[in-house]
């Protein structure tokens, strides 16, 4: 199907030759497609599905994980009033000189309405994680059944190079659990306990967070990563690590 | 008088910061959240308001007092009080967009005051 | 007493004698150095442990964003620094060099001393050293470089030293077997400490096969000057003539010396001129820091002159046989390198990973320097080379190879 689809649109007849159910097939393909990288044509940008999801023969069938957890982050309401940043401490126990999720300030010095923009960061969980292949000791592995990338506090030697491999500084060295800590998505404090929400997400007074399973069609998460009209993207495309953090406006 | 007295030793107290000059100076808001920022000059040098044009029923001269009403938040902001009295979308912006350029955040409030700590890391 | 412990038949009685005189027979330049070198091990040592129980970050000046430091640069130059030495050594042993044989021996024992030196100043660095030792073997991961490169490092240590029991018993097919296990072991320990850095993409400083291919020929580099280097100052404290078989043997590496050096200029060259053609953003950054801006000290002076072009000068003007010429050369290269491991470690972490976002505190490179703590321990893993170089050399009586 996906073949003859790819087929298709290799030979660039353009769109209106597909069938019907070839259409349907190829606007979830295509949806998916531009909902998570930014600019570019329909066509060339199919083969970048497989560079942001886990492997090439599960994208257009589910997402690997269930539940998948991942976030949206539409930085255009964030105000940086840190009440995620507060929430996350209080609920993960984090010390003052570390963090697990951090805003930045970016600078856009030529902005006309703003010049200044907030960026939440945390760590994206990547489907690709870096951490987890550099970790001599399998203390970080990401876990197989909802995609959290996990932390064996047992194992953690503080050798310090899953934080020097991870591109978007998520992680810190924990000096009370004598281990690296990071964002686990409050696995242990709230989604093993019923919670719906990480500490962060539901912090957030301007609904800058949200947090869901993106394998499940009606999620928030997964509509909003998959419509066309706004564009999503994520931070550092180019190392690799496919993350299942997004970011949007809007 | 006792309470206007009273109020005005409270707010001398909590050592919020005004820079002083003439129009009125930066008041850099920490309630109900951290960091807006509200600048006299872009209002009353930029835009050319006076002082009645606000300081008549909607904002009173103490600075900070606002930010003690309960109901100083975004909601009141689109139903057209405080700040939104005029930034509907008409007169000026609307109180819903371009959020950061009244949110300083805490980066730009600790910055404001001198304060370590201003996005950069840790330990 | 000539070749050592190799017979068969010594009485304990004997052999204490020996050593006994054997140890007094140093000048008392000699002992002196001993002494400082012990102390600085030892202070290296305080140093670590203090760091170690009162936490890293109260004493080192590593951050979040920084987290290796001198002490992971010295690990680096140390354990490349045996890498080299067991290459030159095998030169000799296991390929049948005539003219590296005369060093063969000097060479593996220096190999272990370098690594257990770094050793040392991992240990410090290492915030649960009791967990490694558990885990790497009952939950190890083997997409991991830095797990394959503390293995393999490991097991070339076991490897070496039963190779330097088997050369001293005389069981020179047994030390042969082992010795070539430890340079396999050791060249793949190398690439894949290299691999640590190289194989990370989100560092774009590092990431690419550039470094394991440089790791490796800057080993070569480094063990053909150290062996000069730990050779004409054994020469000096043993009182040895210079034999001729020796004088050969250290034209040789000088030969080796100097065409690695110039390998290592081509290399650094065209990875210079390739950034500054392309401008790739985490690269760029990065070696115009080394060309122009914080590093650039440590940059010209210390790799650039230190370590490639003053030794390639003396080590041509010395023609082999002008010894002063030869120490000095292999001197400052082996002590430049330390520069050279700096540099690429601390320079690649003081890009910030959000270099390219424009975000407030992450635009420029951040700051490390290393805190006292760390500079003592680092000095105290060139105490323990020293130390163990200069007990060694009385011990086993100056590494004296037969024919065999």
Redesign the interface.
């Known amino acids: 199907m996906i073949r003859n689809m790819m087929k298709t649109m290799t030979q660039n007849e353009g769109v209106e030759a597909l069938s019907g159910e070839e259409r349907r097939e190829f606007l979830k393909l295509g949806l998916k497609v531009t909902g998570v990288f930014a600019g570019g044509s329909l066509l060339s940008l199919v083969s970048v599905v497989e560079k942001v999801y886990a492997t090439p023969n599960q994208y257009h069938e589910k997402y690997p994980y269930k539940p998948h957890y991942s976030m949206v982050l539409h930085v255009d309401r964030c105000v940086d009033c840190e009440k995620c940043i507060h929430a996350c401490a209080k609920t993960n126990d984090i010390p003052a ?2 963090f697990r999720t951090n805003i ?5 010095p030529d902005g006309i309405e703003q010049q200044v923009e907030f ?1 939440p ?1 945390l760590c994206n969980q990547c489907n690709v994680a ?1 951490c987890a ?7 970080t592995y990401k876990s197989s059944e909802n995609g959290i990338v996990m932390m064996d506090v ?8 899953c ?7 998520a992680r ?2 924990n ?1 009370e659990k ?2 690296v800590d990071k964002c686990n998505f409050c696995f242990d404090t709230r989604l093993s306990k019923g919670e719906e929400l990480t500490a962060c997400a539901d912090a957030c007074p301007a609904g800058v967070r949200i947090f869901g399973d993106i394998s499940e069609q009606t999620s928030r998460v997964y509509r909003e990563v998959h419509q066309v009209s706004r564009t999503v993207w994520v ?2 495309p ?4 496919k993350p299942n953090v997004f970011y949007t406006r809007g | 008088m006792k309470r206007l007295l009273m109020g005005l030793v409270l707010v001398g107290l909590a050592g919020v910061p005004v820079s002083a000059d003439d129009s009125g100076g930066d008041i850099h808001y920490d309630k109900p959240v951290i960091g807006v920022l509200f600048s006299h000059e872009s209002h009353v040098e930029d835009a050319g308001l006076d002082c009645e044009s606000c300081h008549n029923d909607i904002f009173s001269m103490e600075a900070h007092a606002v930010q003690e009403e309960p109901d100083f938040n975004m909601l009141s902001l689109s139903e057209g009080r405080y700040c939104g009295a005029c930034h509907d979308g008409e007169m000026a912006f609307a109180s819903n967009t371009r959020c950061a350029s009244c949110h300083e955040g805490a ?1 730009g409030f600790r910055r404001a005051l001198g304060m370590e700590n ?6 | 007493m000539a070749n050592g412990m190799s017979g068969v038949g010594i009485t304990l009685v004997e052999l204490e004698s020996a050593l006994i005189t054997r140890m007094r027979s140093g000048s008392n330049g000699y002992y002196v150095a001993v002494l400082i070198s012990g102390l600085l091990m030892l202070a290296g040592a305080v140093a670590g442990l203090y760091a170690t129980v009162g ?1 890293h ?1 109260t004493v080192y000046n590593v ?3 920084i ?2 430091g001198v002490l992971i640069s010295s690990y680096v130059f140390f354990v490349v620094t045996s890498t080299g030495l067991c290459l030159v050594s095998s030169i000799g042993h296991i390929f049948g060099s005539k003219t590296f044989m005369p060093i063969a021996k000097r060479a593996v024992f220096l190999a272990i001393v370098t690594l257990m030196s770094g050793f040392f100043v991992i240990l410090a ?5 009791i ?2 030792l558990i ?2 073997i009952i ?3 083997l ?5 394959w490169m ?1 293995t393999l490092y490991g097991l070339a240590l076991g490897l070496m030293i039963m190779e330097f029991i088997f050369l001293m018993l005389g069981r020179y097919r047994s030390a042969v077997i082992c010795g070539f296990i430890a340079l396999v072991g050791e060249i793949a320990a190398n690439s894949n400490l290299a691999g ?1 850095f190289g ?5 774009e400083f590092w990431h690419g096969p550039y470094l394991p291919i440089f790791f490796i020929a800057s080993a070569v580099m480094v063990g053909a000057g150290a062996i000069i280097f730990f050779q004409i100052l054994a020469q000096k404290i043993n009182g040895d003539e210079m034999t001729g078989a020796m004088r050969v043997c250290l034209a040789g590496a000088r030969k080796v010396a100097i065409l690695m050096i110039c390998v290592i200029l081509f290399m650094t060259i065209w990875r210079t001129v390739s950034t500054l053609a392309g401008m790739p953003n985490g690269q760029y950054v990065g070696v115009m820091a080394m060309l122009t801006g914080p590093y650039a000290l440590s940059f010209w002076g210390g790799e650039i002159l230190m370590t490639l072009l003053a030794p390639l000068v003396l080590f041509v003007l010395s023609r082999g046989t002008h010894v002063r010429m030869l120490l000095l050369a292999s001197a400052m290269m082996v002590f430049g390198a330390f520069f050279m491991r700096y540099n690429m470690i601390i320079i690649g ?1 003081t890009i ?3 270099i ?8 420029e490179l951040l700051h490390y320097f290393p805190s006292v703590d760390e500079i003592i321990v680092t000095l105290g893993g060139f105490g323990m080379t020293g130390f163990l170089f200069l007990l060694g050399e009385k011990f086993f009586n100056g590494h004296k190879v037969e024919e065999h």
């Open positions: 000189y570390g930045l300030e970016r600078q856009i960026l960061v870096q292949r550099v970790c001599p000791t399998s203390a047992k194992k953690c030697i503080g050798c310090l190079s934080q020097v491999a991870c591109p978007y500084n810190y060295f000096e004598w281990a931070l550092r180019e190392a690799g690590t | 980066i201003t996005g950069a890391s840790h330990y | 936490g970050h951050t979040r964003e987290p290796w660095e290492i915030k649960v050293p967990r490694m885990y790497n939950s190890p991961n997409t991991s470089s830095i797990w503390g640590v194989l990370l993409n989100g560092r972490q910030p990973v959000y390219d976002l424009n975000v407030t505190g992450y635009t």
